[in-house]
């Protein structure tokens, strides 16, 4: 009997963790909606952000102030962005804030940079492959090895799997020279051969200091960047620009972005606040005049205008998310309920609060049940159970409810 009520209570206990994640999950499903936000724009025209609601000739376009345009005032107010089509119509201005643009000034310093949770939280593979930075062609080509960095770092020929000692050792001897610790936190490149030019890997070392690793004419280039010694580095995300003014994005452990300037390595801080690298996004439109920053969290949507230069905080917006049927429905039902998220490498289990509100919820729950079976119950198993729902709620309830139904009639 003792077993018995043991295996029992295990069995409540394991489907009221399923039910916590199963029953939010489907009431979810039936409740979310996601909001749309306007596409946003800083216009360098009328120096406020400029939005767009919809495509088409029906869409809504507008500035911050409330302004509305029509579909040509618009492509004019925006013609960092819209250059092609300004120029097709024969009204692209030949100068922009007293400064005299071309296609190719655009083209040369528009960029376009995206972060998403998963840029950290996907597993890495530990291999990597490194072009030759001066290789003296357009198109740069596949080596015929790939290397990878544990406790050192070893090249390995792709077609017959053995290890390049004589290269392993010349890079060992490079980095170790230029003070590099092993083993390698990550690194961090882009394999695309489809580039203007190639600039290695930016590699993390167990000490915490960032090293610029690629290869000038058949030998390597180790670098301290020193980005490590005035900043804790969480993630780095290389960019290939075509002014080749930096490498790409450092983000510390506190959320903060911040510009690796080239060549130098210094370290130019966005001027925005910190975002949430496990739930925040980012988008960076960017042109000679302005960066567009877009940041997307679970509270709304904010954007931010840099001026190109500092980058130094010009504007900002800001939009809250409206709470849909699944906030408002969560709030009072769900106090406590499980997802499943991909914030680290691996899927895990994590558990959401919503408010205190809801253990009201619980408490009617669990006064209901302990109506219910008052009758056919002692006194004490009547207490476990109610303050289990009080505990648990709508999971536990069902979970027992369950189990009760399994003994009466399996």
Not at 253 to 272: C, F, H, N, T, V
Request: some cysteine; charged content about 20%; aromatic content about 14%.
């Amino acid at each position: 009997m003792k077993h018995r009520n043991l295996i029992s209570s295990l069995i409540i206990f394991v489907s009221t963790l399923a039910f916590l994640w199963g029953i939010p999950a489907l009431v979810r499903l039936a409740t979310y909606s996601a909001q749309r936000y306007p596409f946003a724009y800083f216009s360098a025209v009328v120096k406020q952000f400029c939005f767009r609601e919809g495509s088409g000739k029906d869409a809504l376009r507008y500035d911050a102030t409330g302004r509305q345009y029509s579909e040509s005032e618009f492509d004019s107010a925006l013609p960092m962005l819209s250059y092609r089509q300004l120029s097709v119509n024969g009204v692209m201005p030949d100068s922009v804030n007293g400064q005299a643009v071309t296609a190719h000034d655009i083209r040369r310093s528009t960029f376009v940079f995206r972060y998403a949770k998963t840029d950290v939280s996907a597993p890495r593979t530990g291999l990597y492959v490194l072009l030759e930075s001066m290789s003296g062609r357009v198109d740069l080509a596949s080596p015929g090895d790939a290397f990878r960095l544990g406790s050192a770092v070893e090249f390995i020929d792709i077609a017959s799997n053995a290890v390049n000692s004589a290269k392993s050792e010349l890079y060992a001897k490079e980095l170790g020279k230029r003070g590099f610790a092993f083993p390698a936190q990550w690194a961090v490149g882009d394999f695309n051969t489809r580039k203007p030019y190639d600039e290695g890997y930016f590699v993390l070392d167990a000490q915490g200091a960032l090293f610029h690793m690629k290869q000038v004419s058949g030998k390597p280039f180790i670098r301290n960047t020193g980005a490590g010694d005035s900043t804790q580095i969480s993630h780095f995300a290389m960019l290939t620009v075509a002014d080749k003014r930096f490498y790409g994005f450092v983000f510390d452990a506190q959320g903060y972005m911040y510009m690796l300037e080239s060549p130098s390595y210094r370290l130019a801080k966005l001027d925005m606040p910190p975002i949430d690298m496990q739930a925040d996004e980012v988008l960076i439109m960017a042109n000679m005049f302005y960066w567009t920053v877009t940041v997307t969290s679970p509270k709304g949507k904010t954007y931010y205008a840099l001026d190109n230069e500092s980058p130094r905080r010009v504007d900002e917006y800001a939009i809250v998310r409206e709470k849909n049927l699944w906030d408002k429905a969560s709030a009072w039902i769900f106090p406590v309920y499980i997802t499943f998220s991909d914030a680290t490498k691996y899927v895990q289990p994590k558990l959401n609060f919503t408010t205190s509100a809801a253990l009201a919820f619980n408490l009617l729950l669990a006064l209901a049940y302990a109506a219910a079976v008052r009758k056919r119950k002692k006194p004490a198993a009547v207490a476990c159970g109610s303050i289990y729902i009080l505990a648990t709620g709508l999971a536990g309830l069902t979970a027992m409810a369950l189990q009760n139904f399994e003994l009466r009639f399996g």
